[in-house]
């Protein structure tokens, strides 16, 4: 849901005079995963930046059943989502969560960041992942046939990162085999260029500089599937 007012990052009074705001379709977005979904004001900057946007302002809603507690530089922003820390990705799609949340919570997109809770605790194998992915894409699709799902590869580091490699590495194949012209899949790489002794606190979780990055590398992306929801795509 929407906050009921915005007082950061509004545009210049004389600007929003000059540039009437254009009405858009609203695009409702589930941020979809685990605590690194949950943790941090990425979410905030990108909305905020979306807010920024004489084309975009008010055109987004983010969706979920959970609240971000962080305080993001006092900052009034959409808080809901669906990250839920600790939660295994083969779990969330063996319990039929993600159709759940969806009926609760209709979405036009869905950002999925999904695998580094069962990498850390076990090691499933790469095909076992990939099967729980596909699992948790035909929920989405069974709440709503034309959704827009954005990918997003793992960024663990230190001792799983061979894993993740792998992991990483078939998603894109992956991706392309789910994808449809009426559903589209995208893979973002938000991870490429971090440096984890900076930008990961504690080899899994965006510090303050990893959250900007995170922030600017999912902000196209995200761009990208909201026009391509208000432009009738599907």
């Known amino acids: 849901m929407k906050p009921s007012?915005?007082?950061?990052?509004?545009?210049?009074c004389v600007l929003s005079l000059s540039l009437p705001r254009q009405s858009h379709k609203t695009v409702r977005w589930m941020?979809?995963?685990?605590s690194i979904t949950d943790y941090g004001c990425w979410r905030a900057?990108?909305?905020?930046?979306?807010q920024n946007d004489p084309d975009l302002y008010d055109s987004v809603d983010l969706v979920g059943g959970e609240r971000a507690g962080e305080i993001?530089?006092?900052?009034?922003?959409d808080r809901d989502h669906e990250g839920h820390p600790g939660f295994p990705a083969i779990q969330m799609a063996n319990e039929g969560r993600v159709s759940e949340w969806l009926a609760m919570n209709p979405a036009d997109v869905v950002t999925m960041?999904?695998?580094t809770v069962d990498i850390v605790r076990g090691k499933p194998r790469t095909?076992?992942?990939l099967r729980a992915y596909s699992t948790l894409v035909g929920q989405m699709r069974g709440r709503n046939p034309n959704m827009r799902i954005i990918i997003i590869p793992l960024g663990l580091s230190a001792e799983k990162n061979e894993q993740v490699k792998e992991l990483n590495k078939a998603i894109p194949a992956w991706a392309a085999s789910q994808n449809t012209t009426s559903s589209p899949i995208w893979v973002v790489d938000l991870f490429t260029g971090f440096d984890a002794e900076?930008?990961?606190y504690d080899g899994i979780?965006?510090?303050s500089s990893g959250i900007q990055k995170i922030a600017d590398g999912f902000y196209p992306a995200l761009l990208t599937a909201i026009r391509y929801v208000q432009g009738g795509g599907g």
């Open 205 to 207: 979780h965006a510090s």
């Open 72 to 77: 993001c530089d006092d900052s009034e922003f």
């Open 45 to 50: 900057w990108i909305y905020l930046r979306l």
């Open 31 to 34: 941020p979809l995963g685990d």
């Open 113 to 115: 960041h999904l695998g």
């Open 127 to 129: 095909e076992e992942l």
């Open 198 to 200: 900076v930008d990961l």
């Open 5 to 12: 007012t915005i007082t950061a990052l509004l545009l210049p």
